[in-house]
Nanobody, 128 residues
Framework: QVQLVESGGGLVQAGDSLRLSCAAS????????MGWFRQAPGKGREFVAV????????FYADSVKGRFTISRDNVKNTVYLRMNSLKAEDTAVYYC?????????????????????WGQGTQVTVSP
């Protein structure tokens, strides 16, 4: 069982930066991929970024590529999402997710249904 708790959301202006954190409980954190997803008002949840267990592989949605960076600290059992040059369209509830069943060769797909554990979400609001 894995429990995930996100933090770091808030209200910022367009162009600002923000770093989200997701603390994971349970053992073997370094062995499984972690992902970030988001859900904007009135829309479905969408993939943002994913990182392999070792941290050596990362993949991003086209909409955030070059602006967002996913990273992890396997000593602290924490995954991060650094968000730069934020835009109004980045406004959403951001969720972290753990995918113990996902093999590395499927990481780039960012398939929501392959992630087994989810946090409660943290709100990010970007004012124009």
């Amino acid at each position: 069982q894995v429990q995930l708790v996100e933090s770091g959301g808030g209200l910022v202006q367009a162009g600002d930066s923000l770093r989200l954190s997701c603390a994971a409980s349970g053992r073997a954190f370094s062995t499984y991929p972690m992902g970030w997803f988001r859900q904007a008002p009135g829309k479905g949840r969408e993939f943002v970024a994913v990182i392999s267990g070792s941290g050596s592989s990362t993949f991003y949605a086209d909409s955030v590529k070059g602006r967002f960076t996913i990273s992890r600290d396997n000593v602290k059992n924490t995954v991060y999402l650094r968000m730069n040059s934020l835009k109004a369209e980045d406004t959403a509830v951001y969720y972290c997710a753990a995918g113990p069943r996902i093999p590395n060769y499927r990481l780039s797909r960012g398939q929501e249904n392959e992630f087994d554990y989810w946090g409660q979400g943290t709100q990010v609001t970007v004012s124009p």
